[in-house]
């Protein structure tokens, strides 16, 4: 039976690019080596790492003013090098808090200096994005999340920021066109989008780079990864080239406004039905729910266990929401089919017909 895949990370990734990573996983470019067992200094993986470095850039709209690293230890350790390689120890950093990771963020930053919280949706459980907030010329640099993952807002568009913009993009990476040029510094775990976990992409502005001052441990300063072609040790060698097939996908289909096309009817054929249907609503309340992550509940609880057997007999696969959140949060990642939503919405229908 196919199964649809709509978990929200390590999430679904295209068929193609799983076969061409377990035919390297054998025989890497014709070497007789798996791609896993070759050095990271062999010729061919510096390829690898080049390429992708390469096709970010090419996907993002960037130039020599930016610089491109695929790094470890999760988009969560972004949290942390962000503020040590760009918060002056005297200086202030400003946040915005639109859920769970910006708020681990933001724990992160204050444990390195001086953070203020320009808005914040908390109050609301995180179902909205705030808006209205002026943004302080003398912070170091304002942080923002573009995707809640959990909570399933999306920002519409980018604030225009005086000060260095760094986005949390974990979560919509490449699923549409981002004004990322202009940006300071762009994370993302690589689980959800542009390959499987294990390896993080990190975009910066070469001009923030040292920008703190402080005294930096190697591994956690970007400084030292751009210096070392983001090769300064051994880069995990199977996410890397997992990434550079998924973006080459991504660059096949169309790139990013082929993305943002496909992405835009994929969320709108399933909002849609959440609004028609009687027994589901949305959670997000402003109009800013994600293209990425669709959350919704049951009017009534009574009926979960009846539509979680009719999802389980479509094949239809993580869809549960976080627990923070509760009912049904589906993801809707770049390589999601639309025929995959619409056999959600069928069993949307379904349990609707089985109450008339
Ligand atoms: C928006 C966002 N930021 C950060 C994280 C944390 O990522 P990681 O697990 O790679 O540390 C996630 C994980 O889902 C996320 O969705």
Known sequence: MKIHNFSA?????PRTVLEQASAALLDFNGSGLSLIEVSHRDKDFEGVMHEARAAVKRLLGLGDDHEVLYLQGGA????AMVPMNLLRPEGKAAYVNTGTWATKAIEDAQKLGKVEILASSEDKNFTYLPTGYSIPVDADYLHVTSNNTIFGTQMPHFPESPI???CDMSSDIFSRPVPAASMGLIYAGAQ???GPAGTTLVVIRKDLVGQSGRKLHAMLDYGVHIKGQSMYNTPPVFAVYVSLLTLQWIEAQGGLEAMDQRNRAKASLLYHEIERNSLFRPTVTDGTGSLMNVTFVLNNEANASIFESLLKKAGISG????????GYRASLYNAMPIESVQVLV???QALENQQA
């Not at 990370?9 to 990734?13: D, M, V, W």
């Not at 969560?76 to 949290?79: D, G, K, T």
């Not at 869809?319 to 509760?326: A, D, F, P």
Request: glycine share 12%; net charge positive.
């Open 9 to 13: 990370g390590p999430a679904i990734l």
């Open 76 to 79: 969560s350790l972004q949290f």
């Open 164 to 166: 260095p913009l760094v």
């Open 192 to 194: 959800k989008n542009m």
């Open 319 to 326: 869809l549960k929401g976080h627990r923070s959140v509760g």
């Open 346 to 348: 069928d069993v949307m």
